[in-house]
């Protein structure tokens, strides 16, 4: 029975030598990482972490700019046109617009219209010859609207662009403001007058020949006027 006793607490002092060694090396290890730690020293598992996280920012940086990119404003087309384009597109007629919505009559074909400059020739015969050329359609006063600018070039038309939207309410009106606008070359020129004519200072002598060609074709002579007398 002795010995037996002896067995037993040399074996609960070698257990108590056991958990003292497990106990100190814990120490030591729990020592080790905090002068680890305190000199700055990383294990591969800190670093792998470090990395996915710098990682993850750079995409959100990423995506913050591109979200940043998306909310800026382009400027549109129709911004980006010059002004005088955007002005001419922006023109109105100046008879009504609901006119542009309707379509053309039936088996019409816009003619060969004569033109009429606004330098020469009588703006009432020219409204009568552009109403002949409607043929059939000369009737459709909306039609004569919507086509009479076809028939104006050079000055005749600058006028007729620099008409306000909505200032001509009927064909009646338009043709009468046309008419009075380019009444006085019914005029004639006299020959004397047209020899008197010269070249302004400064003008371009190409100009001059027209302008002096248009006042040729209004010229009467003053002794055929006499002899009708």
């Keep these: 029975m002795p010995p037996e006793k002896k067995t037993r607490s040399n074996c609960m ?21 905090e002068e680890q730690a305190s000199k700055g020293a990383f294990t ?18 990423v995506d913050t700019i591109e979200e940043l990119k998306g909310s800026v404003s382009k400027p549109s087309e129709e911004n980006e046109r010059p002004p ?12 009504p617009t609901g006119l542009l919505q ?4 039936n088996g019409y074909e816009a003619p060969s219209f004569v033109l009429f400059d ?11 010859r552009f109403v002949d050329a409607l043929g059939p359609h000369a009737g459709d006063y909306n039609l004569r609207l919507r086509e009479i600018s076809k028939s104006l070039t050079d000055c005749a038309y600058t006028w007729y662009t ?11 009106n338009l043709a009468s403001m046309f008419c009075k606008k380019y009444f006085q070359h019914e005029e004639k020129v006299t020959t004397t007058q047209l020899n008197n004519t010269c070249q302004k200072h400064g003008e371009d002598p190409v100009d001059f020949v027209h302008r002096f060609w248009d006042l040729s074709l209004d010229c009467y002579d003053e002794k055929d006027e006499d002899d009708r007398v």
């Design 118 to 128: 606004g330098r020469k020739g009588n703006p009432n015969e020219h409204v009568n």
């Design 44 to 61: 591969l598992t800190d670093l792998v972490a470090t990395i996915h996280a710098i990682g993850e920012t750079q995409r959100e940086i």
């Design 13 to 33: 002092a070698s257990q108590d030598e056991l958990d003292y060694g497990d106990s100190e090396s814990r120490q030591n290890t729990s020592h080790r990482k």
């Design 162 to 172: 620099t008409l306000a939207s909505g200032s001509v309410r009927s064909w009646e």
């Design 102 to 105: 309707e379509p053309y009559p």
């Design 84 to 95: 005088q384009e955007e002005s001419t597109a922006a023109k109105k007629p100046p008879y």
